[in-house]
């Protein structure tokens, strides 16, 4: 296979590159990258990039229970990510790409997520990976760069309706035990 997509069947060598090739060259990247192939490959990719920024906070001593709190947060957020990217996509800018394509590019954007870890990286990593949504967009949905923006921003800001419609980041850190009861 090419950087374009990463094999399962061998990972580590696949990760690498894929994960090279999407930091140092997104838009080659993004338009080599199959429209179709599953979900498998792209999940297992978001996957183990999460999985290595959980290693990274248990490195730094915040506990085996935050990275796997990471990973299933992380993994449910790429699925919900991917629809609400896809309906803001149809309902306001007639866009031409399907879930599938669509949740290929938010899972190979998570590339960056392996960095969250580190204090003063992380927003620029949060930056990043919201630049390569925007790039994979271009393509997934036959966008140009202004609507591919507003999609994602629109995408942005439903999220956080959504946070807030479920008690927002206070209880969901109260549900995890982060946060004492008052």
Known sequence: MDAAEFDRSDFIYSYGRVWKKIMTDPQGFFLAMPLTGGLTNPLLFAVLSLAL??????????????????????????????????????KLFEGKGDFETTFRVCAYAAAPVVLLWVPGVRYLAVLYA?????????????????????????????????????????RMGRLLHFTPPR
């Open 53 to 90: 920024t959980g290693v990274g906070f248990i490195v730094r001593g915040t506990g085996v229970k935050v990275a796997l709190i990471i990973l299933f947060i992380g993994v449910v957020r790429l699925f919900i990510g991917a629809a609400l990217l896809l309906l803001i996509a149809w």
């Open 130 to 170: 919201g630049y390569l949504v925007i790039l994979g967009l271009q393509r997934a949905q036959g966008f140009d760069a202004v609507k591919a923006a507003l999609t994602v921003v629109l995408a942005m800001i439903a999220g956080v309706v959504l946070s807030l419609l479920f008690g927002g980041p206070s």
